[in-house]
């Protein structure tokens, strides 16, 4: 995960929340709780997706990463790992207008991988 888009704290608790589920294959409450509290509202929304079995990671042969992702609306969209944005209206309005949300959904994302 590149350093530059978020601040150090919420990098180590990514990998923590990635340790916790590669051993017990959960998170436990006080991760999630940490992880609304850096990231706010926006994570439960992302958390929500990974709940629902949204995300999904496709890989290719050379090893590069996309994610598709059903909306809310029952819509698809397609996340690149190698840049920040996700086509949604959700991101649109939280990240873009409102400048709020730090890329949480795209890290839970990766994240599912």
Known sequence: MN??????VAEQLFRDIQKAFQET?????????AL???FGPCALQA?????QRSVTCVSSPSG??????IGGSGRWYTCFSSCHYCPCPAFA???LRRNDGPLVSLKLRRAAC
């Open 3 to 8: 350093s530059e888009f978020l601040p150090p």
């Open 25 to 33: 294959s959960q998170i436990p409450d006080d991760l999630l709780m």
């Open 36 to 38: 609304k509290f850096v």
């Open 47 to 51: 958390l929500d997706l990974v709940d």
């Open 64 to 69: 590069r990463k996309a994610f598709q992702v």
């Open 93 to 95: 309005y939280t990240v």
